[in-house]
T-cell receptor, first 109, second 115 residues
């Protein structure tokens, strides 16, 4: 079967750095997405990786290793507004999105 | 505002009621999706429409009935639901089926409670 694993919950301190990991086992691979979802709001697109390496976008970076079936989302200079759930999703060989259950990130002052 | 609007935001219904969820997108996208989001579970794909045609029904019970009158509007008709159907129902759209390198655009969802 297809599976995406990510931690259920993480806690970090304002101003610090946090890394949210995602591992996947899917039938084929056509890219990996990270979404942010604040409570009661729509998931919003953060990043897309299809090649190995690091993609940087401001305070957020996303890394992919296809050989290891592994990705992480790195958030720097954490702000209280970064408290949200972070969803990892993989596009499989049929171009279907396979989703993880999400990681709830709690930021403390 | 994401460009995908869902109404109502909250819905409480009895198991014998009939209600409908509405989704409208103003992005010119051609593919639309219904997802179910339950606490601590991955998003569950329910239905996919591409150019108004249903391309996927992910073994969803018949008490959920989708309708897509045009590429901008998507409905989910609900009847005789069960308490386990309580969840957040999300609508999403993309430029084309399978071609969403920039990701889906989601609505804010309808929080459904079945009593």
């Amino acid at each position: 079967g297809q599976n995406i694993d990510q931690p259920t919950e993480m806690t970090a301190t304002e101003g610090a750095i946090v890394q949210i990991n995602c591992t996947y086992q899917t039938s084929g691979f056509n890219g990996l997405f990270w979404y942010q979802q604040h409570a009661g709001e729509a998931p919003t697109f953060l990043s897309y990786n299809v090649l190995d390496g690091l993609e940087e976008k401001g305070r957020f970076s996303s890394f992919l290793s296809r050989s290891k079936g592994y990705s992480y989302l790195l958030l720097k200079e954490l702000q209280m507004k970064d408290s949200a759930s972070y969803l990892c999703a993989v596009k499989d060989s049929n171009y279907q999105l396979i989703w993880g259950a999400g990681t709830k990130l709690i930021i403390k002052p | 505002e994401t460009g995908v609007t869902q109404t109502p935001r909250h819905l409480v219904m009895g198991m014998t009621n009939k209600k409908s969820l509405k989704c409208e997108q103003h992005l010119g996208h051609n593919a639309m999706y219904w997802y179910k989001q339950s606490a601590k579970k991955p998003l569950e794909l329910m239905f996919v429409y591409n150019f108004k045609e249903q391309t996927e029904n992910n073994s969803v019970p018949s008490r959920f009935s989708p309708e897509c009158p045009n590429s901008s509007h998507l409905f989910l008709h609900l009847h005789t639901l069960q308490p386990e159907d309580s969840a957040l129902y999300l609508c999403a759209s993309s430029q084309a089926l399978g071609d969403f390198d920039y990701g889906y655009t989601f609505g804010s969802g309808t929080r459904l409670t079945v009593v």
